[in-house]
């Protein structure tokens, strides 16, 4: 059986990913109390002992405002803690996937969707560091497998984490009965945690390389509220409690995902994963 090694193994997507591989693939999740990859010589000494075929990293400080207001923690964890790793997939001659982030378009003036090869300006913390830890992956290791991801979205599930999503924050303030707002000028992709966990094994023998990875569509978020409160059985709760926000600056992340559907890798339109979502969960918040 082939082996698999994930970092930050108690995270959201990691979690999910352990239990949906764990009896294709010979999976072993490291979560951050067991390997803390800012450690070069642990890094490498716990990865080289597993030996994996693949390693998914998917350890990070990955809230954007936590990057911007601790830019030193960022720097260690999401760029050289990175790189460690890269270093240990090296030593192990492992296939590294890292997963980095549709951020590193923030700064984009154009529009999207963008292309993997388009200029790419990050002005917050969080895409600069994943900016720089690509480069430095892919110096070190250029087939390893650079995925830049959308917003991923899921639900809750027993003893994993969730993390703040579309879906989940609808939900939560659908329950709670408080209006939610989301902006119009807005525009990027959401992809379903699961829809991507699903992809991960196709894109083990890809060249190396960037790609955008994720669903793509030309939905504002206020747009994209409103397909998630459809697919909830909440449309007639859109008017009271849906409403529309602006950004103080517009943003505009949309990925062009046909690189990876070039490969073989196919990801469905956002609206369609958001229903699939609901379906996989039977989720509905709809009054009988
Ligand atoms: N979720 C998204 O929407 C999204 C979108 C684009 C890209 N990504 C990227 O995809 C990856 C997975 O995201 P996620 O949502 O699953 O993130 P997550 O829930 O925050 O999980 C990240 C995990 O990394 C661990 N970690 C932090 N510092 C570490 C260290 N020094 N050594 C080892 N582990 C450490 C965390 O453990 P502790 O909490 O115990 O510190 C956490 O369990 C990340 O690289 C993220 O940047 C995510």
Known sequence: MEKILITGADGFFASRFIDYYR???????????????????????????????????????????????????????????????????????????????????????????????????PYNIYGMHKLTAEAGILELMPRAIVLRL??????????????????????????????????????????????????IEKMFHLPGGIYNAGSENDLNVHELAKVVFKAMGLENRIEPLLLKEFRDKPRDLRISNQKLKANGVVFSSSETAINKCMADFSFSLKQS
């Open 23 to 121: 009896y294709r693939y010979d999976v072993t999740g490291f979560a951050h109390r067991q390997l803390d990859i800012t450690d070069l010589n642990q890094t490498v000494k716990i990865i080289k002992e597993s030996n994996p075929d693949y390693i998914v990293h998917a350890a990070a400080v990955s809230d954007t405002t936590m990057c911007q207001n601790n830019p030193e923690l960022s720097q260690s964890v999401n760029v050289r803690g990175a790189v460690n790793v890269a270093k240990a997939a090296e030593a192990c001659n492992a296939k590294l996937i890292f997963l980095s982030s549709d951020q590193v378009y923030i700064g984009n003036a154009g529009q999207g969707p963008y292309k993997e090869d388009d200029e790419v300006n």
């Open 150 to 199: 959308t917003w991923l979205f899921g639900l809750p599930e027993r003893n994993k984490k969730i993390n703040s999503n579309l879906v989940w924050n609808i939900a939560k303030s659908m329950m709670r009965n408080q209006p939610a707002g989301f902006p119009v000028n807005d525009l990027r992709g959401v992809t379903y945690v699961y829809e991507l966990i699903e992809n």
